[in-house]
């Protein structure tokens, strides 16, 4: 039972423009959500991260939305940059722990 | 200000082998988390450890998988009677004590274990 999805395993976007990665839980005991960013023979790099209290939390270009009734987090990078180039996981924090549970990734690709 | 570290960056065993893998926690953290990630797949969580106790074990394997963090030290992930199944990238995390006003931990890059 994945409770943290991240549907699109693939997205490509022209360098400039916005990328949009999105990630759906099933789980109400989450009470933080955050994005980190991996490459290739590296750990996952922190990102942002949001409070299930709030519905948005913006860092720079990174912006993550948070819509509870949907259960349904994104995560927007304007502008895109070749350097974003990497896979993306949104993870969850179980309630009262420090357990993530991470989504399987979704490979950004922004092209020049 | 080193980041946490893990040794050795790539493991091969053959099956049957027993297999260990270390973790230093960045400077001041006394958290440390265990992470498998299996090929295509997301990061699966194992274990949560402070300085010589095991907090959270709930994601390990019942049998053949342990961890331990003792007070000086390395914490060290052992896999005894490695089988092929076992082959994955095993991550390390760690957090400051307070876990940070934004949950986050950071993590290490990796060790890549194969069995052969």
């Known amino acids: 039972d994945q409770q943290v999805k991240q549907n699109s395993p693939s997205l490509s976007v022209q360098e400039g423009r916005i990328s949009i990665l999105n990630c759906d839980y099933t789980?109400?005991?989450?009470?933080?959500f955050l994005w980190y960013k991996k490459y290739p023979a590296e750990g996952p790099t922190f990102l942002i991260s949001?409070?299930?209290?709030?519905d948005k939390n913006e860092d720079g270009r990174f912006t993550v939305f948070l819509n509870k009734s949907a259960k349904h987090l994104s995560l927007h990078i304007v502008p895109s940059q070749p350097g974003d180039s990497a896979v993306y996981f949104c993870?969850?924090?179980?309630?009262?722990?420090?357990?993530?549970?991470f989504g399987t990734g979704t490979r950004l690709k922004v092209l020049a | 200000n080193a980041g946490v570290m893990q040794n050795p960056r790539h493991l091969v065993r053959r099956r049957g082998q027993e297999a260990r893998l270390r973790c230093s926690p960045m400077?001041?953290?006394?958290?440390v988390y265990w992470y498998r990630q299996l090929p295509e797949e997301g990061l699966k969580f194992m274990v949560y450890?402070?300085?010589?106790?095991?907090?959270?074990e709930s994601g390990m394997p019942k049998e053949r998988f342990s961890a331990e963090f003792p007070k000086e030290g390395p914490s060290i992930l052992r896999i005894q009677q490695v089988v092929r199944g076992d082959s994955a990238a095993y991550f390390c995390?760690?957090?400051?004590?307070?876990?940070?006003?934004?949950?986050?931990?950071?993590f290490g890059p990796g060790t890549r274990l194969t069995v052969t």
């Open positions: 995390a760690s957090s400051p004590m307070s876990g940070g006003a934004s949950r986050e931990q950071y």
């Open positions: 789980n109400s005991m989450f009470d933080y």
């Open positions: 949001i409070s299930s209290i709030k």
């Open positions: 993870a969850a924090s179980v309630t009262g722990t420090y357990k993530y549970i």
């Open positions: 400077k001041g953290h006394s958290h």
């Open positions: 450890l402070q300085k010589e106790n095991i907090i959270d």
